[in-house]
């Protein structure tokens, strides 16, 4: 059974995240900023890795919550993807993570080690490329002691290869995909990419469309989509235009995530849907 308001109280935070303006002040009173028991919020902006994260402290709880922004340039970001992958130890085995991304989440996790608690669960959430840190970030907190009691992403980027996945399925990391994002197809499978073993996904996958879902245990297949969308990005590097690349673009904005979310919940709410619409 898919708990779509547990996954709407991550996908507010990854959209709060952005530090949006109008729907924005509405989702700190729905997730609780704006109550009189107000959590503790620490905001860092790390340059490095092109993202914002939001640490939110719950002392009733006993949890935090880890939020990290999508790139901010979503369409330049496509286009500069690395494809190196990077050996992380991990209970004496090694996992391979794409560079680029767990550079990023090195950076991420320098900022916000100071206002992080071993005694307290994290939930940990992110969109986009903070999707894929997220996911990285999960790691490499339970491998450093903390408890983690599940992360969700959206439109989240392939973090690792086919022998990391399987090393990872036991994750409490759950993927959110929104219908026709491609997104999720990054990196490709090139003949480079396929020598360093590939790129696939870990953790269940929730498949959203609107008013309807699919749930696999395990990593779904993404290619759907792919080959148009990869040779559309070809022309657009050749032709120096990324717009002949972003057919799908739109499907990947979190608002988009968040309304075919609530059009899944037995009761959405209208305030919400309105702001997002």
Known sequence: MVDFQEILDY??????????LQPGWYLTEKVGWRSPNIPRLFIEDVPSAEVNVIVETAESDRRQWIAVRGSSNLQNWILNVQYAQHNVPEDGTILQFHDGFYKAAQDVYAAICPHLRQDYSLRITGHSLGGAIAAILMVILGHDGYQIEKCITFGQPRVTNKEGAEKLTSAPLLRVRNQEDVVPLV?????????????????????????????ADSHATLESHGDTFWKSLGRAVAEKDISHSTDNIEEHFMRHYLLNIMSNMDSPDPTLEKLLS
């Open 187 to 215: 990196p490709p499978s090139t003949v480079f990419t396929m020598l360093q073993g590939g790129y696939e996904h870990f953790g269940p996958e929730v498949h959203v469309y609107p008013g309807r879902y699919t749930y």
């Open 11 to 20: 996908g507010m935070r990854s959209q709060l995240a952005y530090l949006v």
